[in-house]
């Protein structure tokens, strides 16, 4: 199991753009379902978003959908998080990860990566 490597995350002002990405060399992203969760401060790790192998089909939470889109780019065995229209809400560490489960209960793998954070002022 190689670690992946999250990227992209830094200080943004609300109604602005961030785009994470995730990366891992050895690892082929076109055979698992990738994904992104995020924890803030005090809280529990949530899903945030997956795209999956079969159909290049996408999910999201329902707090993100119409402002975050995923993707990749399997040539570079990368994914990506377009995050536009952030809100203070959002401010939390965001994790790449294998995703598995099912709609309303979406998991990642141990182990984890070390995230990147993205931080929203008002």
């Known amino acids: 199991q190689v670690p992946l490597v999250e990227s992209g995350g830094g200080l943004v002002q609300a109604g602005g753009s961030l785009r994470l990405s995730c990366a891992a060399s050895?690892?082929?992203?076109?055979?698992?379902?990738m994904g992104w969760f995020r924890q803030a401060p005090g809280k529990e790790r949530e899903f945030v978003a997956a795209?999956?192998?079969?159909?290049?089909?996408?999910f999201y939470a329902d707090s993100v959908k119409g402002r975050f889109t995923i993707s990749e780019d399997n040539a570079k065995n990368t994914v990506y998080l377009q995050m536009s229209n952030l809100k203070p809400e959002d401010t939390a560490d965001y994790y790449c990860?294998?995703?598995?489960?099912?709609?309303?209960?979406?998991?990642?793998?141990?182990?984890w990566s070390q995230g990147t954070q993205v931080i929203v002022s008002s």
């Open positions: 050895g690892r082929t992203f076109s055979d698992y379902t």
């Open positions: 990860n294998v995703v598995r489960g099912h709609s309303g209960n979406y998991y990642g793998l141990d182990p």
């Open positions: 795209i999956s192998r079969i159909g290049s089909i996408t």
